[in-house]
């Protein structure tokens, strides 16, 4: 497979929608559309089960025309699911299905959230569900999010009312909304998380109701409607040339794994949704009437809307530089304000927005794509001001390491150049999501690190901290430490800069069949990171089975490169089910992972390390036949596991099927999602038909019923 590099960018613009590595970067109306959002103090909560149940269009509506903060809390991250674009399954599908819906909020303005829930699959009941969660647990994640984002309002996606009739995890998710909007304020629940947070009561709780819930339109044009609120989520935004709903097709689309690409809708689009707990807004268009959304909210607000309010009202298009005065003065007086949480909030924000006002261009790029503990890297500094302001460097820091320059005057539009030397201290954790270090279980996923339950992946390493000298106000900004290149075909590339051991190791097949006893050899293939390797790998297995030289020696001259050892290993005489694992040893150090790499192009590139192991079966077949016909379908790998039963796998080629094409095949096997994704097979579906007709043996696996590429014969 290949590499993890991550890079999300900071800015808070929206609709920058270029490759997901790259660094976005704003024109005058996104600027103008942020300052929009600074001047709005309140914050809504979308609460549902997976990846692509949440309602983008009121995601985008309630961000980009309310102007709220909005998150969405996805109590799993989709690991139960399909995958039609790729191999990934399970956990690396949960990593890749993470990662859209990034992208997804990184196009409607959204902020993303999880619980440590694992999507285990579908479920029945939620008994079921919160049963196999562990309840306790996930509402404690609920009421977590909760306290520390401090929404207003919450949504839910799905009904709490009819247990059994749907998902069982689209109606957990409801049901655990339901008891932690009351529990948040509660000082008697989850006590032992009230450490780095605190209590918060929202105002009220809503669920998006829609006619699909009434079973008809008809049905829902007869419902009562008093305690819901219609908002026209349709609408056109002139200064960012879409309209709302534009925006969250869009972002729906970034949910390429469940095929979710589709396309955009326009016009009046009325959305509802229906109060469940506090009071019903007065206005019933409105879900934020009645509660302060404005910087009077917060005391010693009232002079930072005086500076704000007016540029937002008279915004200078042309020259937005000319605002930079009066948001570093609000950024000054922000600071002294007491609300840490709207503190924080907002400082973030308008640190993005002076970034952007003056053209600011800071970067920090390592000379390498990845580093190991204990190796030190050279750091290039970038700066350019691109404005007629006076701003000065005063200095640029990574982890305790700083530039030997002194302060720099950083003249319009000049690039200014630094080095650090950074040593990776050798405390410093791999990269690897963070849900994934430790073995789970099937219903929660295990987090040693309280601090890190709710965010969406793991925090980068290592951040430049830009000093910023601007009218005598120091404004620290922090960019992650990034790897860039180019290549021919698609120009500038950012990666992440990533922490990885000296060495992983890896199985070709994740599990390994044997139809007899007779012995296979099993290839290990170690990968460099690291310059000058050497070391030994030890092949471990159960005692059942058995292995000739389970220790082997290896030496690697540079990083990226890659050694391949054999081991022979020899199954049970009787039916086993046993898993085999290496261990590679260098300087003392043992090293138990693999390195797995998801590279999409609509997301950012992920580095995953995982337990290193396969599982070995041998079984007792009786094989019938010997030659499969088999249509590759999304992310497929079966003919591989026919292989190793010992029949003889031919991929077809969709196209080639004609009349008597099949006839030289045992069997037939359609690959997972092949109806989905292979357009060419409902021309071709009345061949093999044909060739079921006259006694032959098809085999389709799964497919979703509403993509099915068939047509009527």
């Not at 300052?35 to 549902?48: D, E, I, R």
């Not at 819906?101 to 440590?116: H, I, K, M, N, P």
């Not at 032992?192 to 049905?219: D, H, I, K, M, V």
């Amino acid at each position: 497979m290949r590499h993890i590099w991550v890079f999300l960018g900071c800015s808070l613009f929206l609709l920058n929608i270029s490759k997901a590595q790259t660094p976005q970067k704003s024109t005058p109306s996104d600027i103008y559309h942020a300052v929009q959002k600074l001047n709005f103090l309140g914050t809504a909560l979308y609460v549902a089960a997976h990846p692509d149940d949440e309602n983008t269009r009121l995601i985008s509506y309630l961000s980009n025309n309310v102007h709220a903060r909005t998150g969405y809390l996805s109590l799993t991250r989709g690991d139960g699911g399909q995958n039609l674009i790729g191999p990934e399954l399970r956990e690396l599908l949960g990593v890749l299905r993470t990662q859209e819906l990034l992208a997804a909020r990184r196009v409607d303005g959204g902020e993303q959230f999880f619980t440590r829930a694992n999507d285990f699959g579908y479920s029945k009941h939620p008994k079921e569900t919160l049963e196999i969660w562990n309840k306790e647990a996930i509402l404690g994640d609920v009421v977590t999010a909760i306290r520390e984002f401090k929404p207003d309002v919450i949504i839910n996606r799905f009904d709490h009312r009819n247990p059994g009739t749907t998902h069982g995890h689209h109606t957990s998710s409801a049901m655990l909304s339901i008891e932690a909007f009351d529990l948040a304020n509660d000082p008697n629940a989850f006590p032992n998380r009230l450490t780095a947070t605190e209590l918060w009561q929202p105002r009220r709780l809503f669920f998006n109701t829609s006619w699909w819930f009434y079973g008809s339109e008809e049905a829902f044009d007869k419902a009562d409607k008093s305690k819901m609120i219609n908002m026209d989520v349709g609408t056109y935004y002139p200064n960012l040339g879409m309209s709302n709903n534009e925006i969250a097709s869009l972002a729906s689309s970034q949910h390429l794994c469940q095929g979710f690409g589709r396309l955009s809708s326009r016009g009046s689009q009325p959305e509802y949704i229906e109060l469940l707990k506090g009071d019903l807004p007065k206005i019933q268009t409105d879900l934020f009437e009645g509660i302060n959304t404005s910087w009077s909210r917060i005391t010693g607000g009232d002079k930072i809307a005086a500076l704000l309010t007016p540029i937002e009202d008279n915004f200078n298009f042309k020259n937005p530089y000319e605002h930079l005065p009066q948001l570093v003065e609000a950024y000054k007086l922000l600071q002294t304000v007491k609300n840490e949480h709207w503190k924080k909030i907002k400082s973030n924000e308008l640190k993005s927005i002076i970034t952007a006002v003056t053209g600011l261009h800071l970067e920090a790029i390592s000379k390498t794509a990845y580093a190991n503990p204990g190796e030190s890297v050279t750091i290039a500094i970038e700066v350019v001001n691109r404005s007629p302001v006076s701003i000065t460097l005063e200095s640029v820091e990574i982890a305790n390491e700083k530039s030997d320059s002194a302060a720099v005057l950083l003249a319009n539009n000049t690039l200014m150049q630094q080095n650090i030397n950074l040593t990776i201290p050798l405390e410093t954790n791999y990269t690897s999501p963070y849900w994934l270090i430790e073995k789970g279980s099937l219903g929660t996923y295990k987090v040693a690190d309280m601090s890190l339950i709710g965010k969406p992946e793991t925090p980068r390493a290592f951040n430049a901290i830009f000093k910023l000298n601007i009218n005598g106000t120091i404004i620290p900004i922090s960019k992650p430490v990034v790897y860039k290149y180019a290549k021919p075909d698609k120009g500038e590339i950012y990666q992440p800069f990533e922490i990885v051991p000296e060495a992983t190791a890896r199985f070709n097949d994740k599990v390994i069949i044997f139809s007899d006893d007779t012995p296979k050899e099993i290839p290990v293939t170690i990968k460099a990171h690291a310059d000058n390797l050497s070391g030994t790998v030890q092949f471990c297995f159960d005692k059942a089975w058995s292995v000739e030289n389970d220790t082997k020696s290896f030496t690697i001259a540079k990083k990226g490169d890659e050694q391949t050892l054999y081991f022979t290993l020899t199954p049970p005489p009787t039916e086993n089910e046993s898993y085999i694992s290496p261990i590679v040893r260098i300087n003392g150090k043992m090293i138990t992972k693999e390195l797995v790499t998801i590279d999409y192009d609509h997301v950012p590139m992920q580095t995953i390390l995982l337990p290193s192991e396969a599982k070995t079966v041998r079984l007792d077949i009786k094989k019938a036949g010997e030659h499969i016909g088999y249509i590759m379908g999304a992310g497929d790998e079966m003919p591989t596991s026919l292989e190793q039963m010992g029949y003889i796998v031919h991929l077809v080629n969709p196209s080639d099927i004609s009349e008597g094409f099949l006839d030289k095949y045992d069997a037939v096997v359609l690959g997972i999602r092949a109806y989905n994704v292979v357009d060419e097979l409902k021309f071709k579906q009345r061949y093999i038909l044909v060739y079921v007709e006259q006694g032959g043996n098809v085999i389709v696996q799964y497919n979703t019923a509403n993509r099915l590429s068939l047509i009527n014969i």
